[in-house]
């Protein structure tokens, strides 16, 4: 039996992030996640932005972490080495009904302490973004509202935490957990049994059933259905800032903005369903999308598509984020109600989560020897070319082009493989350095990236996964 004092079951961000956390205290801490690799499944399935929190319901938790978080990511990206930048949003009205409704927004804005929110005329937004649909009355501007890269954040929290000393266990979907006189004892998984004093419970879409086998899941998480376009970052017509319509009661809505890649992004739909699995996207969910978005930028270039994906929201009934520990059993910890925000305030829950694990009597010591700082992998393409020349001396690797979309070389994919966590399948690589995520999806790159893995993983060729076991992309010889 393997022994710890933490299991934090789900390395999506907020798991990621409270292992970093935890990763400054001496004590030990394995992660558990029945994925492959890290990442969970709402973290790399989402709109990419870092909140503010000014949209949040006023005196939630939610509305605590997200707006405490925002201002965490200038110094986080400087440290971990993730790309981030503070873009900005716009909230356009484009009605008068929806005009009518901004005093509202701005005094929720200024009830979650978000005081930077702006009113702009109609004159000011269409200067700022120019496709703004010009029967537009007015608008707020949030100049904070961020975009980042979620991939890139969750696999740096999680090689940060690992080289401060915590333990990683991919394929090792949890089982049970047993419990003895009102106290967690050990963790049953796919891959063994793990004693542990503590477990917290940051599944997504799957806290409710963790929560079931210690008899605390008195709420279901709905999946929440969001499908997203991904446009070209050719396309004819794009905008600065992140484009926001003016939120409902069920959902933020359909936004446009640019990714941190330079590629635009339109979306996502809100549909609740009951597969936790489905992750497909349906003509009429792409066409709403299409539909809505328009009314706020009518120019918006739909046949510059170069994907579409669709991520699930952990949506909890009764809704709202929670953090729960009990009484009669000491050592448990549930997250759930972890939405559209949770990117965003993962690294503040994990503060939160380890403060309250002091309050309740965790006995924390900090370490000395804390290692901050992660450096990510070189993006060949973004450095001068005096830069790319000594690169290319020092290791001809780097001048051998995999992927030609996003000029991506081999000598980085052989980083994201080799490094610790590595990339272990096809969309592992995809990830960590976006080989496969141009215009052609990886129909140049995509034989290439097969036969790397296969040399350096040491593994047939048709071993290689798309990303879970099982997912083989080549299925045999044919001479």
Known sequence: MIKTDVVIIGAGAVGCAIARELSKYEIDVIVVDKNEDIGGDASKSNSAIIHTGYDAAPGTLESQLVVAANPMYDRLAKELDVPFRRIGAILPAITLEQFEQLPAIMEKAFKNHVYDVEYKSAAELLEMEPNLNPE????????????????????????????????????????????????????????????????????????????????????????RKGQFFILDKNTSCKVNHIVLPIPTKVTKGKLMCPTIHGNMLIGPTAED??????????????????????????????????TQYCGLRPNRNPEGLHFDMYD???????????????????????????RQMLWSGAKLNLKENFIPRRKGIVVFHELPINEQAALVKKNPLYGNIICRCETITEAEILDAIHRPLGAKSIDAVKRRVRAGMGRCQGGFCGPKVIEILSRELNIPVESVNKNNPGSYMVSGTNK
Request: glycine fraction near 8%.
């Open 136 to 223: 537009v009355k007015g608008g707020l501007f949030i100049p904070r509202e961020s975009i980042i890269d979620p991939f890139i954040l969750c696999q740096a929290l999680a090689e940060n935490a690992c080289e401060n000393g915590v333990h990683f266990l991919p394929g090792a979907k949890v089982t049970g957990i047993n419990v003895e006189n009102g106290r967690i004892k050990s963790v049953l998984t796919a891959k063994g049994e793990i004693s542990t004093t503590y477990v917290i419970n940051s599944a997504g879409l799957y806290c409710d059933e963790i929560a079931a086998m210690v008899g605390k899941a008195d709420y279901k998480v709905v999946p």
């Open 328 to 354: 009669d059993l000491y050592g448990y910890i549930n997250l759930s109600g972890v939405r559209s925000t949770g990117l965003t305030l993962s690294v503040a829950m994990a503060k939160y989560v380890v």
């Open 273 to 306: 369903i009951p597969d936790k699995e489905d992750k497909s996207v349906t003509y009429e969910g792409l066409a709403s999308i299409e539909q809505d978005v328009r009314k706020l930028v009518p120019n918006v270039c739909i046949r510059d598509t170069i």
